[in-house]
């Protein structure tokens, strides 16, 4: 049999498409099978609103990726008109806060400083495929010992605070040091934002430090919208792809990896059809991965269960209103409107939104991330990410989707009253949809949860973390490897690499 080609890669979402242009211009001769029609996974209009800037190491792999980015100001939305602008500059957010507290504004500055030194510490670690420990290897250890000084780095005093709080609430830690609940409902939000976590669930501190590690080590700065949108984004690493000799073959839905010798070797299409490659690589969601691609029959039975309890159901539902004219919020001038608004006013209201997730109901008053589009234009549209709509829904989605979108509209009118009237048209593409259209087990924002037991060395289990699995020849790129997803291409840059030390 020979190998028709060096990598196949399945799936062309933007992490996919990152490590087969890294492996490409390397010189290996790649095809990516996509079972959709088109390219980019979930980098669609239809699912992504506000992203971090591609890391200087990724972009830097693959030649330069000449994609540009705005800066976006976050605002808390209050329905009494007191809203909270931050731009993600220290000393212009404490003036805003100061405007509210100033107690808040100088312990802002502190919190601020800590968890950036924090993120960065951690972010540090993101370039590089954790260790496995299991290995008995000198890099290995050498890696686990790196971040330990990382870490150690930031002086005692900060280690022990770290230490302190790794395993923390961000509600805990916001309500210690704050006093605004709108505040503290923004910083709630981004810690919570694409998880199944509240702000009282342990972690969710965590979360928010991982978010910040690829935000410019910042809680409000790093927040972008691509120039062009998210088409422009895949229009980019198409070309990038077409210099590179990457072969993309859409429509083409894998069934199966084919193993010889406990070896994977290629690929079978649903519509039959068999590829070879010396290696293969999954862009596929790791449930999808281990129990569709690799199949359970080559799976052992402490594998098969630590898959089986990979948690990731998706809790973001994205709803995206066409409108006639631009909607009035009260008391927003046109800054305020370019910003990301977010709709999340204290860590209470978070968390009753929260409470209902947890038996997969719905709360009729989520929270939310609105990005107001072509606000200048005949045409302006409001994209929003709805946080905790659950994933198969108790209600079901079939029968609730039109009342929920109707709660998130009446939810909105309370801060733009004239918000119905704007309306042309709504479509919502809820968890459910997302797995059956873009096949992401759960429709998960990461691919699966990140949380402690999920995270650097266990992501996605124990045993598969360096974007290896558990069958020679078979790797993972995708969100659901180290450090997680988001619009960064770590993933696909770091599998790339691990890749090429296999070689
Ligand atoms: C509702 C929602 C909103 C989000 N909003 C944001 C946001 O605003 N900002 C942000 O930064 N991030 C956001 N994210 C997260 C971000 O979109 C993802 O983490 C990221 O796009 C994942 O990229 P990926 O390349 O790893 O995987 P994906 O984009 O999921 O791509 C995987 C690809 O593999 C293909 N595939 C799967 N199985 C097969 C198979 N058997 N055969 C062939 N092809 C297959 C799929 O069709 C898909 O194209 C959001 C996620 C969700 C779910």
Redo the contacts with the bound molecule.
């Keep these: 049999m020979s190998d028709n080609y060096d990598v196949i890669v399945?799936?062309?979402?933007?992490?996919?498409?990152v490590c087969a242009n890294i492996l490409a211009k390397k010189n290996r001769k790649v095809l990516i099978?996509?079972?959709?029609d088109n390219?980019?996974?979930?980098?669609e209009e239809s699912?992504?609103?506000?992203?971090?800037q591609i890391p200087m190491s990724v972009s830097s792999s693959l030649g330069g990726l000449p994609v540009k980015y705005k800066a976006k100001s976050s605002i808390a939305l209050s329905e009494s008109g007191q809203h909270i602008r931050l731009v993600g500059n220290q000393h212009i957010d404490h003036k805003v806060i100061s405007g509210f507290s100033s107690k808040d504004a100088d312990r802002y500055v502190e919190f601020h400083d800590k968890m950036s030194s924090f993120s960065k510490a951690l972010g540090s670690f993101m370039m590089a495929s954790p260790p496995r420990i299991m290995n008995n290897t000198f890099s290995d250890y050498f890696k686990l010992f790196k971040l330990g000084m990382n870490v150690r780095m930031l002086g005692k005093k900060k280690f022990n605070e770290f230490a302190r709080m790794i395993g923390l609430n961000i509600a805990d830690e916001l309500e210690d040091n704050f006093e605004n609940t709108l505040l503290q409902g923004l910083i709630a939000h981004d810690a919570v934002l694409?998880s199944n976590l509240g702000p009282r669930s342990p972690g969710s501190l965590i979360n928010l430090l991982f978010r910040m590690a690829t935000h410019d080590n910042s809680i409000f700065g790093g927040i972008y919208e691509i120039d062009g949108g998210s088409k422009a984004f895949v229009d980019t690493l198409l070309d990038i792809s077409n210099k590179n000799k990457v072969e993309i073959k859409t429509s083409?839905?894998?069934?199966r990896c084919i193993t010889e010798n406990d070896k994977a070797v290629g690929v079978e299409l649903h519509n039959g059809e068999k590829i070879y490659a010396k290696k293969i690589i999954?862009?596929?969601?790791p449930r999808?991965t281990y129990f569709?691609?690799l199949g359970t029959e080559n799976l052992d039975t402490d594998v098969k269960r630590r898959i089986k309890h990979h948690r990731s159901k998706?809790k973001?539902?994205?709803l995206s209103l066409s409108l006639n004219k631009q909607p009035e919020f009260i008391n927003c001038d046109k800054d305020d409107l370019e910003s990301r608004m977010v709709i999340a006013p204290s860590i209470d209201y978070i968390e009753e939104a929260f409470n209902p997730s947890k038996f997969d109901k719905l709360s009729m008053e989520p929270i939310l991330?609105m990005k107001l589009k072509n606000s200048d234009q005949s045409n302006p549209a409001l994209d929003i990410?709805v946080q905790y709509a659950s994933y198969g829904a108790q209600e079901g989605w079939d029968n609730i989707k039109d009342n929920y979108v109707d709660a998130v509209i009446k939810l909105i009118e309370k801060y733009a009253p004239d918000i119905q009237s704007c309306i042309e048209t709504k479509a919502i593409?809820t968890?459910d949809d997302?797995e059956k259209n873009?096949?992401?087990t759960g429709?998960?924002?990461?691919?699966g949860e990140i949380q402690i037991d999920q995270l650097f060395m266990l992501r996605p289990i124990p045993g598969a973390s360096q974007y290896r699995t558990h069958l020679d020849g078979l790797y993972m790129?995708?969100?659901?490897t180290h450090p997680?997803?988001?619009?960064?291409g770590i993933?696909?840059r770091n599998a790339a690499q691990a890749i090429l030390e296999d070689a």
Excluded: Y
Excluded at 10 to 17: P, R
Excluded at 282 to 285: I, K
Excluded at 443 to 447: A, E, I, Q, V
């Design positions: 399945i799936g062309a979402g933007h992490n996919g498409l099978c996509e079972a959709r390219c980019g996974g979930l980098l699912i992504t609103n506000f992203v971090p694409g083409s839905s894998v069934k999954s862009n596929a969601d999808s569709s691609l998706g973001v539902a994205k991330e990410q593409v968890p997302i873009f096949h992401v429709g998960h924002w990461h691919h790129c995708g969100a659901g997680g997803g988001g619009l960064t993933p696909g």
